[in-house]
T-cell receptor, first 112, second 113 residues
């Protein structure tokens, strides 16, 4: 089982560039999430999608946009990258309300 | 605002010891609490999920307890092994949120052979 797949695994951008982080899950899960993880700060929720066709802001949404393309795919877009967005980004999915989330291996993003 | 704290940030113990990792949260209105493991360069793997009505959950050498009234959870690891070396994170789901969970910053555990 592939589980949750994130692409790319690594990326270096220049300030002001844009890019989209891709996430796909093959477990038929309803909910999907995007987090960022910074040293000493745990994971913080950027956006989530409770079901196909819906998206909601999390704790730190500024500077990001998301698209729930279909049930499998949930993408995160940085329109104009800033050095403060240097982080490790994790995508997760969850089947039902009271079940644990399943995580991808992350995208390590550096913005110069 | 719910805050989740894990102290210490790092812990090193010799192989074979039993150990306890701590997690505290500021608001007792939680739906559940989870413990995750994160290996370097990898995502998170769920270890145990405790519902608010439960006191503990066990899986193999792991036992997690929950005391909502005091805002505390512990993860007990018995007979530690070098393969247990990883970062352990706890996360709570507030009752006020259907989807959001709030993470602690983790404890980096190192088991010395």
């Amino acid at each position: 089982n592939a589980g949750v797949t994130q692409t790319p695994k690594f990326q270096v951008l220049k300030t002001g560039q844009s890019m989209t982080l891709q996430c796909a899950q093959d477990m038929n899960h309803n909910s999907m999430y995007w987090y960022r993880q910074d040293p000493g700060m745990g994971l913080r929720l950027i956006y989530y999608s409770a079901s196909e066709g819906t998206t909601d802001k999390g704790e730190v949404p500024n500077g990001y946009n998301v698209s729930r393309l279909n049930k499998r795919e949930f993408s995160l877009r940085l329109e104009s990258a800033a050095p403060s967005q240097t982080s490790v980004y994790f995508c997760a999915s969850k089947p039902l309300d009271n079940q644990p989330q399943h995580f991808g291996d992350g995208t390590r993003l550096s913005i110069l | 605002k719910q805050e989740v704290t894990q102290i210490p940030a790092a812990l090193s113990v010799p192989e074979g010891e039993n150990l306890v990792l701590n997690c505290s949260f500021t608001d007792s209105a939680i739906y559940n609490l989870q413990w995750f493991r994160q290996d370097p360069g990898k995502g998170l793997t769920s270890l145990l999920l405790i519902q608010s009505s439960q006191r503990e959950q066990t899986s193999g050498r792991l036992n997690a307890s929950l005391d909502k009234s005091s805002g505390r959870s512990t993860l007990y690891i018995a007979a530690s092994q070098p393969g247990d070396s990883a970062t352990y994170l706890c996360a709570v789901r507030p009752t006020s949120s259907a989807s959001k969970i709030i993470f602690g910053s983790g404890t980096r555990l190192s088991i010395r052979p």
